[in-house]
């Protein structure tokens, strides 16, 4: 099924009223800016759940909420984009929409800056707002299932500076065959992270396909490919004793035997940015193109 990448005119708040609230921790002008948004969401009669993990806000009218237990109207997070990473791999909810501040190195997916949250947060509290969609990956081995990735997910040697050697299946159909330092699948999102880092194309969002991508692969043995999120694609370790890593986003890493499969595809389930505009192509040019002139 496909679905828009953008929501118009979405209805932020529910009769609960309730915001989460996560930092990237152990920085203390994070913590700075963290109270002024609690003050300021608490100050809108706004219920403020707050992860004790990251967050050191102590307001007598928060409450104190895992990232895992949280149930909220959507999630605002203060760093970068692995911020935003972890706070995906621990909510409940992956589809809860999030609202992201930027103080990270490069904060791709992040929307506002630290002097602009207060008056950002104030249009998505009156819905003056959209929310955009974005492609998440399944993936597992057999019937062991790994956490959804909305980045990449990467097939890596367990042992630093080997190499191992795919065959790579697209819904059966064996494509290609070859050595390299590892493999990703990533979506449309993470072509912009680790796939571009590693010599893949950006894909725009509204591009109904998932990216290939070998990682250092000698004498060009594996090729990048562009795939439809309709398919199922699977890496196969062929060397006897080469064992894997499936790695999701960088953030989780589950074990991968040899002669084992690999079968990733597109996860039923979205990621949710509010953003105030449909920014793709600003945040991609302010952002991620280096200005030369």
């Known amino acids: 099924m496909c679905f828009p990448v953008i929501e118009q005119n979405p209805q932020i708040l529910s009769d609960k009223q309730t915001v989460g609230l996560v930092c990237r921790p152990g920085r203390r002008e994070i913590e700075r800016i963290a109270s002024s948004v609690a003050e300021h969401l608490l100050s809108k009669g706004i219920h403020l759940q707050v992860d004790p993990g990251s967050c050191n806000v102590t307001y007598d ?3 104190t909420t895992a990232i895992e237990d949280m149930d909220s109207d959507f ?8 911020t935003i990473l972890y706070t995906l791999t621990k909510l409940r909810n992956r ?3 999030l609202f992201c501040i ?10 506002s800056g630290t002097t602009t949250a207060l008056s950002s947060l104030d249009r998505v509290l009156a819905n003056d707002c959209i929310i955009e969609r974005n492609t998440n990956i399944a993936s597992g081995v057999e019937e ?16 630093p500076g080997r ?25 449309p999102c993470g072509s912009t992270a680790y796939a571009l880092a590693a010599g893949g194309s950006i894909l725009a969002p509204d591009v109904n396909g998932l990216m290939f991508v070998p990682v250092c692969p000698p004498r060009f043995e594996l090729k990048s490919i562009v795939v439809p999120d309709s398919a199922t694609l699977e890496l196969e370790l062929v060397k006897p004793g080469a064992h894997g890593l499936a790695v999701i986003d960088g953030q989780t890493r589950h ?21 105030l505009y449909d920014n793709y192509y600003d945040r991609l040019n302010t952002r991620l193109v280096p200005r030369t002139l």
């Open 61 to 63: 009218s928060v409450e």
């Open 75 to 82: 999630v605002v997070t203060i760093g970068g984009d692995g």
């Open 95 to 97: 589809e809860t929409p």
């Open 102 to 111: 930027n103080r990270g190195t490069v904060g791709f997916l992040t929307e």
């Open 144 to 159: 062991r299932r790994f956490d959804d990735a909305l980045n990449e997910v990467y097939v890596v040697s367990a042992i």
């Open 163 to 187: 190499l191992l050697t795919f065959q790579v299946f697209l819904d059966n159909v064996r494509i290609d065959y070859g050595r390299a330092d590892g493999a990703m699948l990533a979506t």
């Open 255 to 275: 074990n991968v035997e040899a002669h084992e499969r690999v079968w990733m595809k597109k996860a039923e389930g979205v990621t949710r940015f509010i953003r």
